[in-house]
């Protein structure tokens, strides 16, 4: 189990816990427009330090991107390997493809 699967199992475990004690649970339990306006706010967060070319500071906040991004994902019942499946399927499919490929909306 790499590292993304232990932190996935850790937010999914901690999900029904206190919310004075778990931040998972805080979360969770202010829901999932308050779970996405935060990995909103963590993306913001890291094109900034892209931008700023700050390679401490873009690594610190691509994990709390990841991290949120996760809670989202467990919150919607999507799990890692379902994202992976999904990256597996557009492997060596050509970016401007894959778009064109998705349904119109």
Not at 40 to 68: K, P
Not at 73 to 99: C, H, M, N, Q
């Amino acid at each position: 189990m790499d590292m993304l699967d232990r932190l996935e199992q850790v937010i999914r475990d901690r999900r029904q816990g206190d919310p004075a004690t778990s931040y998972v649970a805080k979360l969770t339990a202010r829901g999932r427009a308050k779970i996405a306006q935060k990995v909103g706010e963590e993306a913001t967060e890291t094109v900034i330090a892209a931008i700023r070319d700050d390679r401490a500071e873009l690594t610190g906040e691509a994990a709390d991107l990841i991290f949120h991004l996760l809670v989202l994902l467990a919150d919607a019942g999507v799990t890692l390997d379902e994202v992976r499946a999904e990256l597996a399927r557009r492997e060596g499919v050509s970016g401007i493809d894959e778009k064109a490929a998705r349904p119109r909306a």
